[in-house]
């Protein structure tokens, strides 16, 4: 994440700049690298749509994880859009979702 720049005050007046470095947010997201092929689908669901599959030796970027409405655990991709049963990968410390 590129750090933001920020001018302060009386400082700034005088022509320095003070640099304000912003952490990247801990939920960022991890590469997710499958232990078995993995499918990628539209709901955290087993009947959802698939709309790719991960293999072995490839990776999804991962963003956090969540337990659905039949007790499965899942992983949501970076950007919120699909889902990946978490037991086809190890497993990955991810805040809920």
Do not use: Q
Request: with cysteine; charged share 10%; proline share 8%.
């Amino acid at each position: 994440m590129k750090s933001m720049l920020k001018k302060v005050g009386a400082v700034a007046a005088a022509g320095a700049l003070a640099v304000t470095l912003m952490p990247a947010p801990a939920w960022a997201y991890v590469y997710g690298y499958p232990v078995t092929t993995a499918p990628v689908r539209t709901e955290p669901y087993a009947s959802a749509h698939a709309v790719d599959t991960v293999a072995p030796g490839e990776y999804v970027l991962l963003e956090c994880s969540l337990i659905n409405k039949h007790g499965n655990h899942w992983y949501r991709t970076r950007g919120g859009k699909f889902y990946t049963y978490a037991g086809h990968y190890p497993s990955y410390n991810l805040p809920n979702c």
